[in-house]
C-alpha cells in the first residue's frame, strides 16, 4: 500500500543565503517536524519530489529548516510556496475520542434521521470553536461547529459523522 502523505507546512521563504527555509506550520503547536521526518515536497507546479530535512529549529510562529542538496539562497527560492508533506503514519498516536484533521476530510456527514447531507472538505479553527466546512450537492456548503450540541459522534476509520441536530445550520 502506498504511503499517505498529509500537507502540514508551506514554504514561506528563504532565510538568509545558505539554503535555509522558513517554515508556515499549518499547526504551529506541532513539533513534528522537529524530529525529521521522510517528507515530500509538492512543488508550486504541480510536481512532488522526496526530500530529507538535516536541521530544524524553531522561531516565533515559524520553522527555520535546512533540506539535503538545498545549500544557497537561489536553491532555497525556487521552493518558495512548496508544500511540506510528511507520512500520515508518523504522526503521534491519538487519546480515545480524538482525530486528527486529515482523517475525517472526505467522511460522509449524516443527518440525525440517517440521510446523508454531505462530506467534509476541511476543518476551520476559530477562536471560539473549530467547525467542519460540509460540502453538500446542490447547494452552498455549510460550517457546522465541532460541538455536542450539533455532533453526536465522528468515527474517522469508518468516515462517517453523525449529526446530533439539523436545528439552526440549515
Given at each position: 500500500?502506498?504511503?499517505?502523505?498529509?500537507?502540514?507546512?508551506?514554504?514561506?521563504?528563504?532565510?538568509?543565503?545558505?539554503?535555509?527555509?522558513?517554515?508556515?506550520?499549518?499547526?504551529?503547536?506541532?513539533?513534528?517536524l522537529?524530529?525529521?521526518?521522510?517528507?515530500?515536497?509538492?512543488?508550486?507546479?504541480g510536481?512532488?519530489?522526496?526530500?530529507?530535512?538535516?536541521?530544524?529549529?524553531?522561531?516565533?510562529?515559524?520553522?527555520?529548516?535546512?533540506?539535503?542538496?538545498?545549500?544557497?539562497?537561489?536553491?532555497?527560492?525556487?521552493?518558495?510556496?512548496?508544500?511540506?508533506?510528511?507520512?500520515?503514519?508518523?504522526?503521534?498516536?491519538?487519546?480515545e475520542g480524538?482525530?486528527?484533521a486529515?482523517?475525517?476530510?472526505?467522511?460522509?456527514?449524516?443527518?440525525?434521521?440517517?440521510?446523508?447531507?454531505?462530506?467534509?472538505?476541511?476543518?476551520?479553527?476559530?477562536?471560539?470553536?473549530?467547525?467542519?466546512?460540509?460540502?453538500r450537492?446542490?447547494?452552498?456548503?455549510?460550517?457546522?461547529?465541532?460541538?455536542?450540541?450539533?455532533?453526536s459522534s465522528?468515527?474517522?476509520e469508518?468516515?462517517?459523522?453523525?449529526?446530533?441536530?439539523?436545528?439552526?445550520?440549515?
Amino acid at each position: 500500500m502506498e504511503r499517505r502523505y498529509v500537507p502540514v507546512a508551506d514554504v514561506a521563504r528563504p532565510h538568509g543565503v545558505q539554503g535555509e527555509l522558513r517554515l508556515r506550520l499549518y499547526n504551529e503547536a506541532s513539533d513534528l517536524l522537529l524530529t525529521r521526518p521522510p517528507i515530500k515536497l509538492r512543488l508550486p507546479d504541480g510536481s512532488a519530489r522526496d526530500a530529507k530535512i538535516v536541521a530544524t529549529r524553531p522561531v516565533d510562529k515559524a520553522l527555520l529548516v535546512r533540506i539535503s542538496g538545498i545549500d544557497d539562497r537561489d536553491a532555497a527560492e525556487a521552493l518558495r510556496g512548496a508544500t511540506v508533506c510528511v507520512p500520515r503514519d508518523v504522526f503521534a498516536p491519538l487519546s480515545e475520542g480524538e482525530f486528527y484533521a486529515c482523517d475525517v476530510e472526505g467522511a460522509r456527514v449524516m443527518t440525525p434521521d440517517g440521510d446523508l447531507l454531505g462530506h467534509v472538505r476541511s476543518l476551520q479553527s476559530y477562536p471560539t470553536c473549530d467547525v467542519l466546512v460540509v460540502e453538500r450537492q446542490g447547494a452552498d456548503s455549510i460550517e457546522i461547529p465541532l460541538t455536542e450540541s450539533f455532533v453526536s459522534s465522528v468515527d474517522a476509520e469508518r468516515q462517517v459523522v453523525q449529526l446530533a441536530t439539523l436545528e439552526g445550520l440549515v
